[in-house]
């Protein structure tokens, strides 16, 4: 089947057009969100701990809540308690429901580390 050239041209500008809105953003660096270290090694313990169930950049859901703007909300979402470093450290070392404990995995400085990057959500 032989196609116009003008209907070629159509199809092709159409699937440039929609290949863009598709486009996936590149992840940002630590400099370009302006990260202290304490907020990159805290960004770098999310990554390997959380990132899996929880987003940090988007309010879309995964198994967990979005932390999106976590420490901007009076309250959790999940939990309702309220929204502040020591109800965090305590969903982080005991756990809670789904969200396993991680006591065992992280040191005291890893989660001040790890709530430190929670901030700048």
């Known amino acids: 089947m032989i ?3 003008s209907g070629v041209l159509i199809v092709l500008g159409v699937t440039l057009l929609f290949s863009g809105a598709c486009e996936i953003e590149r992840r940002k660096s630590d400099a370009e969100l302006a990260l202290n270290p304490q907020q990159a090694s805290g960004r770098h313990i999310y ?3 959380c990132d899996r169930c929880h987003e940090a950049y988007s309010s879309h859901k995964r198994k967990g809540p979005s932390l999106q703007g976590v420490f901007k909300r009076e309250y959790f979402s ?3 308690m309220p929204a502040n470093d020591q109800r965090a450290r305590d969903l982080i070392v005991f756990g809670r429901d789904k969200m396993p404990s991680y006591s ?11 709530l430190a990057y929670l901030h700048t959500l």
């Open 78 to 80: 999940v939990s309702g």
């Open 47 to 49: 990554d390997q701990y």
């Open 104 to 114: 065992q995995e992280l040191t005291q400085q890893q989660i001040d580390d790890l």
């Open 3 to 5: 196609f116009p050239r």
